[in-house]
Every structure is written in structure tokens, then in C-alpha cells.
């Protein structure tokens, strides 16, 4: 197989190996049979035309034809033209189904369905991934680039599987890559020609077969530091990765899937919390992930709110995407919120437990002051907390000053119609939502007159008269297809009852949204509140203006219902906030419980629960600290100066080449030059040291001109004498008159350093260096120019220089550890293992 096909298989094979890590996040795993047939097909193609041979960027462009050609005639056939040519109404059906699968990634948990959305998501993304690894690693010979798709297919598995992906797929798509390095390296090693290699063996001399120095181990060393250097890494890639901390958190528990982070910047998104907060109700054990204290003994309202869903697509409820900025001292007025209703300000003191991760903070609602540690961020529409950057609950201890509301019946039934901006987004309900739902929700309020006792209804209906049972163990569903399989088998949990009564109130007009939380949990001996995660719990939420956003409950065994939805509501209040009942402490203890008896090592483990709330001050901001100015300014130092030290290097290279005594830096020093300057037995004559120094500043001259003629674009062919290399730089520099006679004059006197039995001294070859430098620079494209300055390729002679100084450092301890480990160091004659120094000739 030539090495090119050779190439071509192991690029075909990586993009498959990461491609492995998708297989545990869809089943049936029947796509990735067609992932491999299909792929093929791509690679085949792109063999086929580099055979040719097409100019690469046309193979590229045959190939992703025929990409898309294959992905119509699986997912567009019927739109397409002739059954296989892609048309207007195949491209129509392309973002019909990416729109499906993008919902249903949202939708489903892990391992999703394959459905035809995802498998279009899931197949193309894997044969483009493919095409660009055999593009950039076979048809453009550039293997280590081809690194970033490959890494980019199995980030996408890691981050839907939460990055919980396991490591035997990373080991798996790590092989696949340092595989296709290998077979670059060998590709290109055998460009220069067969290794006639073998020592001799104990059965005799090999004859016939060329022997490098050192013998063939030293010819196969290059390709042995490879390997061990990509196992190394690869060795690293694992053990680092496993050593840090998980990447998961889902919405309610350490061990659900994830469901949304803050963004570092202005916005925050999350999706269907509904996996998490079922996984949550289903744990056989009711672990503490919270522990609070607070003032007030009326705790049944004082439901923990993490984030409210407020957009109905008909396939899952989920947030919009909003704007989040720095939390203010003093939250916002409640939206909606008249200072006509009684308030009682509460304070509460919450500490989560250490192994309870996730982006939202538990707040009672609404929550008009926070005091918190961390990098955390406000979202003012939901009234939320996010974390930025990574930030979590995880062991947080924080104290929420917050309203409890007390509406009475009559100030909801009399509220005003909501605003039409508010009407417009919270009743808007998808058209594919059945209409039996609608007609539902009609039937059971039809002796209604407002939308206070439409809301009561529905929720008595869920709750108490509806026939409906609670049980977590339901197939999960929250698209517009479940509510109304739910709202027919009356049997479900309290994501089934919260939206479908907020789908159902939407219809009726009346603004509605889902809160996502705990409930209040229950009593510890020392005064404070415990929550576990069976206290997940999921609870729509209706607009009234005046009130605002008003809980309800309608899952049944679940919760308590407000008092506002009974008859015995109670009576209007002062506007302003009151104090907490008097049987009531009048702040919340921070003395640590007294049963709190968690061994030291289970605490560790963050296996306890939550530890005692404390109080907490509100973060003060103490100024950009000085080693934050620092470190910018260091950054942006080297920001600059990296790009630059190519061209620094150079200039400094330059001078030191052209002025009195010809010496070159690390890396630019030639075998010729260092001879002239060392003797055997010391010093030598004025005269002879004079000599010396000319010679030296000559062939330092003319290797300042090789490498000027390398920077733009003219490679450096050492075979070649100094006057053809001269006048291979003049035709290819087009170079004419002054620069042209100057190159000569530079090798003619390189010329006289190394042939002739006595140099003669030749002046001003410094100037002709700056003359031959004009002459090429005048000579070449703008671009060129820019690349001789910016980038010269000659600073490459650094990275030589350093691989041939630890050669010369593992060569000579090499020897000087084998010798002492078979105890030669005492036997052999002294001065046999130090290394030979050059004489002069």
C-alpha cells in the first residue's frame, strides 16, 4: 500500500474510533454501521481523485458533494430531484429535521432514540468531521491540524453525556489520532528513500546491506521516540483528566444530566429539567442537599425556587435565553408585586451540602437581598442566581432576605388584566397542542368568571376532585403529544400536573410558567430545616397584576396549597413588610446543630448532608487586586512580544553576523566557522588570529545571505558550491546590477576562505549583505516581505540547534550510563569515553 493509502485508512479509522464515543448516547447503534459504509464512500472518493490528480481544493469540493449527495438520498429522497439531486425542498427538509433534532436532544435523555432529527445531526456531523481529518491529514499532508475535528467530534460526546464519557472512548479516539500521526511520520520518512539497515547477528556479518552509524538501532531511534513520545502523552491525556474533578451537575442532584450552566458572558440559557428532577424523586435514598434556618415558623410556604421554565415550544418546557448582569445589593421590585398586598420580610440562612452541584441557587421567591460568596450572576426576569465560570452550590453557604406574600382571594379575583407585552409571551401555546387540552381546561372552569377561580379550579381538579394519581415511575414527557396522553391516563408526577395546568391556563388566557425547585422540607430537632432529594418537586406559576407571580399546587400528596386558593383566605394587610410571627426567633440561629454528628472522614467525602447554615456577610468589593494588574500586563507584554521574538531573533542574528568577528548565535553557527577559531595546543600568532577572524567574518557574511534568500522563499541546497548557490540565489531572487555582483563578491571570497592555500582578505562584505538584502526584498511580493520580516523561516535554526544540543547531551549520558552499568567505567583506559575534539587540518 503506498503511504499515501496508508494515510488515507488510518484517517478513515481515527475519525471512527472518536467517532465511538457517541455510541452510548443513541440506540439503537444501527447508524453507526451507515457511519461506516457512508464514510467510506467519502474517503473512497477523495482516493480516487487524488489519483487523478485534481488540484486539492477540487477534491475537497468532490468530496463534500458526494457528502451531500449520500445524506440526500437517506434523509430527502422523497424532496429530491430524481430521487438523489438535492433541490430547494430537500434543503427545506434538511432544517425540518435539524430543527427536530436539536428538540429532541433536548427532549430525551440519555441514550436517546435515534430518530430521524438526531441521526441526520449525529451521521452528518460524523462524515464531516471525516471529510475535514482526510482533507487536512491526507489531501493537504498535515496530520497534526486534523487533531482539531477529531477533538471537536468527541467534546460534543463528552458534553451531552454531562462529561461523563468514559475513559476507554477517550483512549479509544486518542489512539485513532496518535495512530495517524505515525503514519504521517512514516510517510514522510520514507520520501527520503528506502534504510538499508541490520547489525550484524550472532549467525554472522550482514554483506549486501548498508549499515548507518551506530547501526540500525540508531536508524530506527526516530521513529521509536515517536511512539514513546505519543504514549507519554497519551499516558498523560488519562491520568490528568482523571484526576480532576467530574464535569457533571445536573439541575437538582451531583447525579443527574446537565441542564444548563451560566455563560460568562450577558446571557444564560437551560434546557428540560425534567430527567434530573425525575432521577431526584427515584433515588432509594432521600440524601440532605440543603439545610436551611429561618425566622419565620410559617415554612410550608417556603418552597426553594432554582429556576422557572417559561417557554412552551410543544415538545418540553424550558427558559429563554436571557440577560444576566453582576447581582446588585438590593434586588429588583417583584414584578407585578402591589404595595397594596400584605408582605412579611423573612430572613433565611441556607447551607448546601457538599456533594449536591449545580449552576442554580435554591432562593425562596421572591428574594429581595443576597449575600454569597463566588462568582454568581442575576437573571432579573426569573428572579434567579447563576453561576458564572464554573461556579456551583457545592458546600455554599449563603443568607436570602426575602417577601413572603399574602394575597387574599378578592385582590386576586379583582387583579387587572396583565400587561399585553407579559399576555403575548407567557399565553403563548404551540399549534401542534391538542385540542382536547383546550377543550379540557374549558369544561372543568366553564362555571368560572374570572381568572382567579379558573386557576383554583384547575388546580382543585388536578388535586383533589380530577381522579388523578401520583406516581414517579410514569414515562417521562413534557412535549404537547404527553400532556394530553396525561390529562387521559390521569396518572403522573408533579412535572405531568405543573405543565400541563400552566399549558391549560395559557389556553384560558390567564400568563402562566413553571417553577422548578424543592419544597420546604422537614424539621430538624435543633430548629432548622432539612431538604433531601426527594424534595424535588416542580409547580406552575400565574400571573396576577398587583400580586404577581402566584404559586399554586396541583400535584396531589405533594406540597401544600397556598392558602389564597381556600375559603378561609385570609385578610388584607398592612403594604408594607411586616415582622415574622412572634413565636418566631427574630434571627436565625447560626449555632451548629446539635446532631450533627457526621464522622470527619464521611464529611470529606461530602456524604453528610449539608453542614449548619451560617450567616453570611454580603461580598464586599475590595478593588482589582495588584497581581491582577500584573498578570494583565504581563499578558499583554507577552501578547505582543511572542509574535514578534521570530523577528527579533533574526535582527539580533543579523548584527551579530555582520559585525567585527563574525560569531553567530545559537543556531546560526557554521562546522567551517568554529574550526577556523580553535587550534590544538592553544593561542596562536597575532597574524594567524587576524587571519582567523577574517575567515570567520566571511562565512558568516555568506551565511547571512543564505538565510536572507530562505526567508524569501529561496530554500538553501548545501550540496551546491558557494558559486553555483550564488548564482541559484541571483536567478531565482531576480536579482540584477549592485545585489546581483554582491552575491558573487560574497562567494568568491567564501571561495578563498575554503580552497585557497593562503586567504586574502576582502573588505565591505557587510555592505554587500545589506545590498543583497534590498535587492531581494525589492525583488519580492508585499506578501513576501511581510513573511521575511514576521516570520522568517531561517528561525528555524533554533529549534536544530536545541535538538542538536540534548542529542549531544542523551548521546554522551547514553554512553556514560551504559558503561556504568556493566562497571566499564573502571576497566576502560581514561579519556576513552569522552568524545573527540575537531583538529585542525
Known sequence: ??????????????????????????????????????LAIVSGVGALARRVPLARPL????????????????????????????????????????????????????????????????????????LAVDALAVTFRSAAPAGLPLLALYSVAAGLSGGGASWLWFLLAATGYLVLLLAEGRDRLSQWGRVFGGA??????????????????????????????????????????AALPALDGGLLDSAGNGNGSGQGGGTISAVNPLVSLQDSLNQPEDREVIRYRTNTTQTKDLYLRIVALDQFDGTAWKTSQRDISDVPNQLPQAPGLSPSVAVTEIKTNVSAAGSYKQSWLPLPYPATKVAINGRWRFEPEGRTLVGDRGQDTRGAQYSVTSLMVKPTAEQLSSAPRAPAKLLSEYTKVPDALPGDVRNIAKSVTKSATNNYERAVKLQDWFAVTGGFRYDTQVESGTGAGAISRFLKRKEGFCIHFSFSMAAMARTLGIPARVAVGFTPGSPLSDGSM?????????????????????????TPSRGTPPDYTRPQSPSGGPSTPTEPEGSASPEPSTAPSETDNCPPQARRLGDCGAAAPQEVAPPTDPGTPASTWVSLGLGIVALVLVPLLPMLWRIRTRARRLRSGGRAPAGGADPALVSLQKTADGPVADAERALAEESARTLATWQEISDLAWDHGILPDESQTPRKAAARIVRLGKLEDEPADAVHRVARAVEQVLYAPEPRPVTGLGDDAQQVRAGLRAAASRGTRLRALLAPRSTVRVVWAL?????AFTDRWGVRATASRWGLLDRWPPGILRRPSRQRS
Open 59 to 130: 477534491t475537497v469540493a468532490v468530496q463534500a458533494l458526494v457528502l451531500l449527495l449520500l445524506l440526500t438520498l437517506l434523509f430527502a429522497r422523497g424532496q429530491a430531484i430524481l430521487g438523489l439531486l438535492p433541490g430547494p425542498d430537500a434543503f427545506q427538509r434538511f432544517g425540518e429535521l435539524l430543527n427536530a433534532g436539536g428538540e429532541d436532544v433536548g427532549r430525551y435523555a440519555i441514550p436517546a432514540p435515534a430518530t430521524d432529527g438526531i441521526r441526520l445531526m449525529v451521521l452528518g456531523g460524523v462524515l464531516l468531521i471525516g
Open 803 to 807: 535538538s542538536a544540543r540534548w542529542t
Open 200 to 241: 550484524a547477528t550472532a549467525q554472522g556479518p550482514t554483506t549486501g546491506r548498508y549499515v548507518p552509524p551506530g547501526g540500525a538501532t540508531q536508524a530506527l531511534a526516530p521513529v521509536r521516540t515517536g511512539r514513546r513520545i505519543g504514549a507519554l502523552a497519551l499516558g498523560v491525556a488519562l491520568v490528568v483528566p
Open 1 to 38: 500500500m503506498s503511504g499515501r493509502g496508508r494515510l488515507a485508512l488510518c484517517a478513515y479509522a481515527a475519525t471512527l474510533m472518536a467517532a465511538g464515543a457517541m455510541l452510548p448516547l443513541i440506540e439503537p447503534a444501527g447508524w453507526m454501521l451507515q457511519a461506516v459504509f457512508l
Open 530 to 554: 432539612s431538604v433531601g432529594l426527594q424534595e424535588a418537586h416542580a409547580w406552575p406559576e400565574l400571573y396576577f397584576e398587583g400580586v404577581g407571580w402566584t404559586r399554586f399546587e396541583p
